[in-house]
């Protein structure tokens, strides 16, 4: 039902069958198929750990050989997602293939990609302690190794942007340009990661939620002490480049 009314949109829309795949070679229809896959085992992962409610979140990744992106389709439940029913837009966020409209944060994830080059994954959740720093327009601060190792600094603020367009997208781009950060907090909105892939953005939307929970804590017994910036140069180099197999 939920499903069928989503394509009646579609349609009204004038979106039509999708038939765009039929334009780009075996490769690229090959690469759509797995990253369909990855995505849409991905989005379990957020439901896993407890970072999103209902419907709210997405996890998006741009594929390598062509300029696309596959992401989760609006409005539909985590248990409904299936591989099949991920969508395909082009970096403007223009419907590919399937039969389902893509996320509401599509241009945000998309003007990401268009600008942000060597990104190729894209997580927004609304994680409780992270939204909450969100709804502050605090940043995070550097208290922890955990932060140093995977941030690299404080975790920082993006500017308030409605949905619907790509204001959102300006927003993670501005602030996340020149930052060591992976992680943003959209002022009154919540948390965006980025990374080397869907995983990778995945991962870093897991540890910014892990922090903002432990320094809200931390903050209930007192001020946190702040790492020394030289210390967190260190961490984050070592955990960047020498850490892990």
């Known amino acids: 039902m939920f499903g069928d009314a989503q394509v009646d949109a579609k349609e009204a829309r004038g979106i039509g069958e999708a038939t765009g795949l039929d334009a780009y070679s075996q490769e690229v229809r090959d690469e759509i198929a797995a990253v369909r896959k990855i995505v849409c085992d991905l989005h379990a992962e957020l439901p896993r750990w407890e970072l999103v409610v209902w419907t709210a979140g997405n996890v998006s990744q741009r594929l390598k050989s062509a300029d696309l992106l596959v992401i989760k389709p609006s409005g539909v439940t985590y248990d409904e997602l299936t591989p ?15 039969d389902r409209l893509p996320s509401s944060d599509t241009a945000a994830h998309a003007y990401v990609y268009r600008n942000m080059p060597n990104i190729y994954g894209v997580v927004h959740t609304h994680s409780t302690y992270a939204t909450a720093w969100a709804a502050r327009a605090e940043p995070i601060p550097c208290v922890l190794t955990m932060m140093a190792d995977e941030f690299g600094g404080d975790i920082p603020v993006g500017p308030f942007a409605l949905i619907g367009d790509d204001s959102i997208g300006q927003g993670i781009v501005d602030t996340l340009r020149d930052s060591r950060s992976r992680a943003v ?5 919540g948390p965006f990661t980025i990374g080397k892939d869907a995983k990778d953005a995945v991962k870093a939307a897991v540890m910014v939620e892990e922090v903002a929970r432990t320094v809200h804590i931390s903050r209930q017994l007192g001020e946190p002490t702040r790492i020394a910036q030289s210390d967190i140069d260190s961490l984050y180099y070592r955990y960047q480049n020498v850490y892990g197999q």
């Open 185 to 189: 907090l959209m002022r009154n909105h």
């Open 84 to 98: 099949e029913k991920m969508v395909v837009t082009d970096l403007d966020g223009n419907l590919v293939d399937g």
